[in-house]
Every structure is written in C-alpha cells, then in structure tokens.
C-alpha cells in the first residue's frame, strides 16, 4: 500500500516568504506527527494531531509556525516570514492510533532552504 | 526530562564484521525504546522496538538489541554486517504521556568498508 507522501520533496524560498508544506498520512492512520531535523541531528518533535485536532503543538518553535488538519488526512505545515534558521528537513509521519508505542510510519521528507 | 544519547557520531566497519551501536536514554519509567534507519533519500524506516517482557528484541534485516535496564541502554547489534547497512540509526523513546510523541538520539552515521 502507499505510504507517507510529503510534496514537495524540496523547497527553496527567500527570507520572509511564507511556505507550506504537505502531508498525505497512510490512509486510516489517525494520528499524524511533524517533525524537523536540523543538518546532522536527529528529527525533533514538532506538533501531533489526533483526527483533526492538535493535540500537541508544544514543539512549535515560535508563533510563525502552525499547522493543521482540517478533514483528518492530510495535513498541511505552514511557516510564516521564514528566516534562515528555519532550514532543514520536514519530516511528518502517520500510526494507526495515538497509543504509546504505536508504530510510526515516515516520509521521504521536505527539505527547506531559505536564502 | 528524558533525552537520548548516542555516544558515536560516525562508525565505519568491514562488510561482514560484527556491529553494536549504542543508546543510552534517561527516562524515569518505565522506557518504550526504538531503533530507525534512514537512508540516503528515504525515510525512516522502524527496525525493532522495546516495550517490555524479553529483553532482546529481534527486528528486521537481521538486527537485534538489547535493553539493560541497569545501565539505562538500549544497543543495536548485527553480526555480519553488509555494504547495503551504511546509512545512518537513530534511537528513540516514546514519551510517557498520551499521544506518542517521540525524542530522538544525534543518530549514528555507519560507513562500511568493502
């Protein structure tokens, strides 16, 4: 079956633009988490939606960052008036549940560059 | 707060030689304990995962690990490594509170000698 997919794969954009980033969770997974991986560490948590509502958003860094999920599939990542430190590798992933331990399935990733 | 370390940046073996990464994790309960590979262009994949009951824990592609409560570890070993391994192995524990969430380790960076 299809897996996590993330459009688009890479994104070059200018300081202060605004960008969005995409994710297609698998298909019947109600829980989807972004992640943010900064050149050379691992992937730091971000914010988590169960069905269609945030339910963690304590990763965000700052207010120019937000998210949403508005029919409970996919689910869009949005940066407002991006700075250079705002480039890395978005990563979202999908489980089935929200239960501790529960697999979580990722994608290939955006890979943001801001000039 | 819990964090994950993973004492070795970069670690280069001979194809066929043994491997252990290392994971250390500081948690206060009980741990539910990940290994993920990521390649090049790929994303993470799960190779095994700890939540209790046999402290060794089989996965995929031939990997296995260990979790030693004493010494708050969780290590990930192979013992005949193969070119297609290179990549690099992140550990990860789950959060105790509800949703998943999880905290990832620097990762390692393995490197196989023909």
């Known amino acids: 079956g299809a897996g996590v997919s993330q459009t688009p794969s890479n994104k070059v954009t200018e300081k202060g633009k605004y960008v969005e980033l995409r994710c297609d969770p698998i298909?019947?997974?109600?829980?989807l988490y972004w992640y943010r991986q900064s050149l050379g560490q691992g992937p730091e948590f971000l914010i988590y939606?169960?069905?269609?509502?945030?339910?963690?958003d304590s990763g965000l860094p700052n207010d120019r960052f937000f998210a949403v999920r508005p029919e409970g599939s996919v689910s869009t990542l949005k940066i407002q008036r991006t700075e250079r430190g705002d480039s890395a590798v978005y990563l979202c992933?999908?489980?089935?549940?929200?239960?501790?331990?529960?697999?979580?399935?990722f994608g290939p990733g955006t890979r943001l560059l801001v000039l | 707060a819990q964090s994950v370390t993973q004492p070795d940046i970069h670690i280069t073996v001979s194809e066929g030689a043994s491997l252990e990464l290392r994971c250390n994790y500081s948690?206060?309960?009980?741990?539910?304990l990940f290994w993920y590979v990521q390649s090049p262009g790929q994303g993470l994949q799960l190779l095994l995962k700890?939540?209790?009951?046999?402290?060794l824990v089989q996965g995929i592609k031939g990997f296995e690990a260990e979790f030693k409560r004493s010494q708050s570890s969780f290590n990930l070993r192979k013992p005949s490594v193969h070119w297609s391994d290179a990549a690099e192995y992140f550990c990860?524990?789950?959060?105790?509170?509800?949703?998943?969430?999880?905290?990832f380790g620097g990762g390692t960076r393995l490197m196989v000698k023909p």
């Open positions: 992933a999908s489980s089935l549940t929200n239960g501790r331990g529960e697999t979580q399935y």
């Open positions: 298909s019947g997974h109600t829980a």
């Open positions: 939606f169960q069905g269609t509502g945030a339910a963690d």
């Open positions: 948690y206060g309960a009980t741990p539910y």
């Open positions: 700890y939540f209790s009951g046999d402290t």
């Open positions: 990860a524990v789950a959060m105790n509170n509800a949703g998943n969430m999880l905290t």
